[in-house]
């Protein structure tokens, strides 16, 4: 079946580093991939969409990159900030139609 | 844009009882969604309109659940019976149609369901 896969176990990083956060897919090769983030509480916010002819997109200190051989997504945050302390989401629309699937999450922590 | 907006916020109830949600969403959008998002994992489709004609349902949408978005406009889903693996966060999305079927989603906070 298709999956989406995003690393389970929280990345905790100081302020001004940057964040790298990961998405495997495995048995499709999606044609697009979209990133969310989400804060405690709240609902998913897009942040970036990806086609698999784009191997970078870019949105102020937010770049994500799109590797068909390794079947994996990164989502970078440069100059990270306790602000962007949340939990961001990988997701894909399946063939079947036009819901998204989403991977568990990663949670980010930036501490001071 | 007023964004996408869910009524209630919170939602407590006894196990047996029905429950009914809302979800308005922005006005221009044709795509309406509702998810189902537990601690822990990311959100889970459940079903999916495209105006007023309800296109998609997962497995997950028993036979307890029913959505309906008359008009084309708002939607409403409903549980009924409600059991304790009802407990979850109901999230409604909305987009508009492009040229491809990548629109980005815009979701609503969301109704927290607690089933005593």
């Known amino acids: 079946s298709q999956k989406i896969e995003q690393n389970s176990e929280a990345l905790n990083i100081q302020e001004g580093k940057t964040a790298t956060l990961t998405c495997n897919y495995t048995?499709?090769?999606?044609?697009?991939l979209q990133w969310y983030r989400q804060d405690p509480g709240r609902g998913p916010v897009f942040l970036l969409l990806i086609r698999e002819n784009e191997k970078e997109k870019r949105k102020e200190r937010l770049k994500v990159t799109f590797d068909t051989t390794l079947k994996q997504s990164l989502f970078h945050i440069t100059a990270s900030q306790p602000a962007d302390s949340a939990t961001y989401l990988c997701a894909h629309c399946p063939n079947s139609g036009y819901a998204l699937n989403f991977g568990k999450g990663t949670s980010l922590l930036v501490t001071p | 844009d007023t964004g996408v907006s869910q009524n209630p916020r919170h939602k407590i109830t006894k196990r047996g009882q029905n429950v009914t949600f809302r979800c308005d969403p922005i006005?221009?959008?044709?795509?309406l969604y509702w998810y189902r998002q537990t601690l822990g994992q990311g959100p889970e489709f459940l079903t999916y309109?495209?105006?007023?004609?309800?296109?998609?349902k997962s497995r997950l949408l028993s036979d307890r659940f029913s959505a309906e978005r008359p008009k084309g406009s708002f939607s409403t889903l409903e549980i009924q019976r409600t059991e304790q693996g009802d407990s979850a966060m109901y999230l409604c999305a909305s987009s508009s149609i492009g040229g491809a079927d990548n629109q980005p989603q815009h979701f609503g906070d969301g109704t927290r369901l607690s089933i005593l």
């Open positions: 048995n499709y090769s999606p044609a697009y």
């Open positions: 309109f495209q105006n007023e004609a309800q296109l998609e």
């Open positions: 006005s221009e959008h044709n795509r």
